[in-house]
């Protein structure tokens, strides 16, 4: 397995997203200190033939803790940060941010860009235990969506149903929202631990994954949360970040405390597919490359980001068998 790596010397990354335009550009965000203290930076990297090449870097006062490519400008993207605030960037312009906006009162955890025709939203998650939910320019918020008791980790949108986003909480609950109702229209008690993270299925509307302090990742049904469809076993540690394949209606990835990606297949009786262990820090940041089908992107507190293609998921390796 050939893998491309960037070091960012001092900076701990929390989030990787591949751009929805630029099959070869990765956004990353990332911490001092393990973001306990100090500052944060946002890099934009690009994937040559031998490695990874820094396009573009910027400083932030507070810790990033996510980033989200926007789905209707290829230069532009949202972070998260440790002082409560979105940042708008753009990587046309060098200096500052296009728009701060700080409403939230803690850290921000989560953002995701809406990606359902004709409508372009953010949502962000915060430590103050609220969603907010904002227009791209970020002006004021639209709204301010309350229910869970504890931190959200993760806000993510649906891919199929506009206005509709998924959120994670250490409360234990998976929570379904719908913005036009602001309202919360379920609410899954999940875990029994934290959660610190979830994602949509790209092939099914009704199939949701969280992953948990407990060391689990569950794949839901939402018409029926009596159970999960599937538990996945394996990691040892909090799971932090889990995505869908945009490749593979069944198959998904997650990335742990215990320093390892994990690959899975939940229509299998055995899902675990392969486990890649290139990492000596936890593993934060997790992506599938939507143009490059199979490649995978993510980045550790080992202050590295990776790229590479895992050999379960390249050409012939995995079928829908047992």
């Not at 708008?88 to 409403?103: G, Q, Y």
């Not at 379920?186 to 875990?191: E, Q, R, S, V």
């Not at 009596?226 to 394996?234: D, F, H, I, K, S």
Request: hydrophobic share 40%; glycine share 8%.
């Amino acid at each position: 397995m050939s893998v491309k790596v960037f070091r960012s010397p001092a900076r701990h990354g929390y989030a990787v997203e591949v751009s929805p335009y630029i099959p070869s550009r990765v956004a990353c965000a990332a911490s001092q200190y393990y973001g306990i203290a100090g500052c944060g930076t946002l890099l934009v990297l690009d994937q040559t033939e031998t490695g990874l090449t820094l396009v573009r870097s910027w400083e932030w006062g507070d810790g990033l803790f996510d980033v989200a490519w926007s789905e209707a400008n290829e230069h532009v993207l949202v972070a998260g940060g440790g002082d409560g605030s979105l940042q708008l960037w753009d990587t046309a312009n060098h200096s500052a941010p296009l728009r701060v906006a700080k409403e939230h009162t803690q850290e921000v955890y989560a953002v995701d860009w809406s990606q359902t025709r004709g409508e372009s939203l953010i949502v962000s998650g915060s430590w103050d235990q609220t969603v907010k939910v904002w227009d791209p320019a970020l002006s004021p918020s639209l709204t301010t969506l309350r229910g869970h008791e504890g931190v959200i980790y993760s806000t993510i949108w649906s891919p199929h149903i506009p206005g509709c986003f998924a959120s994670a909480s250490g409360d234990g609950t998976l929570r379904i929202w719908d913005v036009k109702g602001a309202v919360c229209r379920l609410a899954i008690p999940a875990h029994k631990a934290e959660i610190l993270s979830c994602d949509w299925c790209k092939y099914d509307q009704n199939v949701v994954a969280t992953g948990s302090v407990d060391c689990t990742v569950c794949v839901w049904d939402l018409r029926n949360i009596r159970q999960p469809v599937n538990q996945l076993l394996g990691h040892t540690y909090a799971i932090r970040r889990l995505k869908f394949s945009p490749f593979d209606k069944t198959v998904l990835a997650s990335c742990s405390y215990d320093f390892t990606v994990r690959f899975w297949d939940y229509s299998r009786h055995q899902p675990l597919l392969d486990t890649v262990e290139h990492h000596s820090e936890f593993v934060c940041g997790l992506d599938f490359n939507l143009h490059i089908p199979n490649q995978v992107v993510d980045c550790s507190w080992d202050e590295t980001v990776k790229v590479y293609t895992p050999a379960c998921l390249s050409a012939g390796a995995h079928s829908a068998a047992p």
